[in-house]
């Protein structure tokens, strides 16, 4: 069963900057769409990012012109770079993504998160 694994989550100061990835925890055929999504306590989870697989972008107003949303078609990963954090950027980060598993098994699948806390 393919998942998806997030890495790169941590504590920052505000105004600081945290590097996010998300890969296939196995060989896949491709990512196509990821989107990088966040969930703060007692708050619903909300689309910070998407990169489609030609490559467009979009981003949530909030992080406009601070995180940028990357994909390395090579390797089969997504990068979120954050810039300029700060404490209402504080949440869980989670990736999803359409994935072609193989020429003929395509799925959405979920990663298990990873915290991100901006605080000093």
């Known amino acids: 069963q393919v998942q998806l694994v997030e890495s790169g989550g941590g504590l920052v100061q505000p105004g600081g900057s945290l590097r996010l990835s998300c890969a296939a925890s196995e060989s896949i055929f491709r990512l196509n769409a990821v989107s990088w999504y966040r969930q703060a306590p007692g708050k619903q989870r909300e689309l910070v990012a998407t990169?489609?697989?030609?490559?467009?972008?979009n981003y949530a107003d909030s992080v406009k012109g601070r995180f940028t949303i990357s994909r390395d078609n090579a390797k089969n990963t997504v990068a979120l770079q954050m810039n300029s954090l700060n404490p209402e950027d504080t949440a869980v980060y989670y990736c999803?993504?359409?994935?072609?598993?193989?020429?003929?098994?395509?799925?959405?699948?979920w990663g298990q998160g990873t915290q991100v806390t901006v605080s000093s």
């Open positions: 999803n993504a359409d994935v072609q598993v193989t020429l003929l098994s395509r799925g959405d699948y």
């Open positions: 990169v489609t697989s030609r490559g467009s972008t």
